[in-house]
Every structure is written in C-alpha cells, then in structure tokens.
C-alpha cells in the first residue's frame, strides 16, 4: 500500500462544465475526508466518511458539490457547473478507527483549475 | 469558531534552529499537529503532541505546548534546505472530525 491516491493530478477545465476526481485511501482505513486549498490558505475540510456513510459535511460543501464512497472504499467528488471560484487543490486524506487521533494520511492532491 | 494563527514566512540560515510559532483558540482541543507541505505536494505528518503534555521530542523536531497561552511551537535543530517548505499548525477540537489548519508559515532555508 502506497498511502493515499488521488486522480488526476491536475485538471484544467471550463466554466460550467463537470469534473470528477478519485480518492484511494489507504485500504485499511475506513475513514476518509475530503478538504479544499486555496493559494496561500490552510486545507479547509468538506465533508468526512465512515466506510460508506457520508456523516458530515461543511457549509463549503454547497450543492454544486457532491461526494460518494459507494463501496466504502475509494471515494468521487464532483463539482457541477464549475465556476472560476472552484479553483483550488482538493485533499483526500484517510484515517483509521481512532479518527484525527494521530492524524491523517493526505493524498497529493487534485489541483483544479476553472478558465 | 476555530481560528490557528501563524506567522506566514520564516528565514533562517543553514544549521541554525527555526521555530515556528502557532495559536489556536479551542481549548477542547485534544490534539494539535504540525504538517509540512512542499511545493504541489500534499500534506505530510510530522508530529502531533496530546494536549496533557508539554513537550515532544522527536529527533531534530521539538514541540512545546503551552495550553494555559493555547501556544503551540515547532523547533527544528540543525535546519537543512530541505526542510524548506511550508508548515501548517492543526488543532482538532474534542469531538470533531476534521482538523482546522492555520494559514500556513513558508520556511526557506538559506544555504
């Protein structure tokens, strides 16, 4: 096991089109979070999974954006509609049982770029 | 809510000492972390001290906690340039989920 994967590293794309990206966590951790970063800015968290539930979530999070761990494994977020604002790096990041306890395992991120 | 403080950049010379300074304002917080972040990287784990204790040491990385002031510091001895990076200072509040981060402090080590 590698740690935390992300796909794609980079995505570039229009104002108001879709985008999806994938976050593999570490296999035995069954917690999985989902955070954003903007330049010059801390990691602002989204929304947080226990195995396939999806049990919190930020005011960030508005309802252009959705996020999925169907099987409780690796997790999607979409944003519909992008907008120029939605430009930033996207965290995944993983944990075990004992949650921040000993904090996360971070992905390398999905840097998102709206033209 | 939750605010961490830090400075944003931080200089020092090759072989010197830098510390990092960070303030937090949840008192709750059972665990505060440093993460170090390198250009179009991630985040990488450094170290996170329990907040029943004062002090960390883990090779050249000392964190000193002092919950009474909600300070919270990261000495690195012997400074390389490869620690050059940026620094992020988290708190996690008793019962939550996520962690809140600071703004980050930009660390450049001149060789």
């Known amino acids: 096991d590698t740690g935390v994967s992300q796909d794609p590293r980079h995505k570039i794309t229009k104002r108001g089109q879709n985008v999806t990206f994938r976050c593999d966590p570490i296999?035995?951790?069954?917690?999985l979070y989902w955070y954003r970063q903007t330049l010059g800015q801390g990691p602002e968290f989204l929304t947080y999974?226990?195995?396939?539930?999806?049990?919190?979530k930020s005011r960030l999070l508005s309802d252009r954006f959705s996020a999925e761990r169907p099987k409780g494994s690796f997790s999607t977020l979409e944003i519909q509609r992008t907008e120029q604002g939605d430009s930033a790096m996207y965290l995944c990041?993983?944990?075990?049982?004992?949650?921040?306890?000993?904090?996360?395992?971070f992905g390398s991120g999905t840097r998102l770029t709206v033209v | 809510g939750e605010d961490v403080e830090q400075s944003l950049f931080l200089s020092v010379r090759e072989g010197d000492s830098s510390v990092i300074n960070c303030t937090y304002t949840?008192?709750?917080?059972?665990?505060l972390y440093w993460y170090k972040q390198e250009p179009g990287a991630g985040l990488q784990l450094l170290t996170y001290?329990?907040?029943?204790?004062d002090m960390k040491q883990d090779q050249r990385l000392t964190v000193l906690l002092n919950k009474k002031d909600k300070h919270l510091s990261l000495r690195i001895a012997d400074t390389q340039t490869g620690d050059s990076a940026i620094y992020f200072c988290?708190?996690?509040?008793?019962?939550?989920?996520?962690?809140?981060f600071g703004t980050g402090t930009r660390l450049t080590v001149i060789p």
């Open positions: 990041a993983s944990s075990g049982d004992r949650g921040p306890s000993y904090g996360y395992t």
């Open positions: 001290i329990f907040s029943n204790m």
């Open positions: 999974f226990q195995n396939e539930a999806q049990l919190e």
């Open positions: 988290a708190e996690s509040p008793s019962g939550a989920n996520n962690l809140f």
């Open positions: 296999s035995e951790h069954n917690r």
């Open positions: 949840d008192s709750s917080s059972t665990y």
